[in-house]
Nanobody
């Protein structure tokens, strides 16, 4: 399984921006998709965005559409999440995960997460 490491989290004021990175330990196969999820204290983990490795097709949750942008750099096997117009309710631990779109298993490679805290 590919190993994933998130970075870029931190403390930011409401209305500010952060860019998260998800670096893979090896080349990501073209059949894969990489997604971002988040989990706030006392809440279930929720899907934020995903991108297909081949073609770069993005998908967003309604809660972040128009504010967050997912992108990738194949050359360095890294996926980014640009987060703009941050709100206090965006505070959570953010995780990236990878899945083979052909295996039917779902997201089975997860990073350890990076904390994002948005202050009012």
């Amino acid at each position: 399984q590919v190993q994933l490491v998130e970075s870029g989290g931190g403390l930011v004021q409401a209305g500010g921006s952060l860019r998260l990175s998800c670096a893979a330990s090896e080349r990501i196969d073209k059949s894969y998709a990489v997604g971002w999820f988040r989990q706030a204290p006392g809440k279930e983990r929720e899907f934020i965005a995903s991108i297909t490795w081949s073609g770069g097709l993005p998908t967003y949750a309604a809660s972040v559409k128009g504010r967050f942008t997912i992108s990738k750099d194949n050359a360095v096997n890294t996926v980014y999440l640009q987060m703009n117009s941050l709100k206090t309710e965006d505070t959570a631990v953010y995780y990236c995960a990878a899945q083979s779109q052909t295996s039917g298993i779902g997201y089975n490679s997860w990073g350890r997460g990076t904390q994002v805290t948005v202050s009012s």
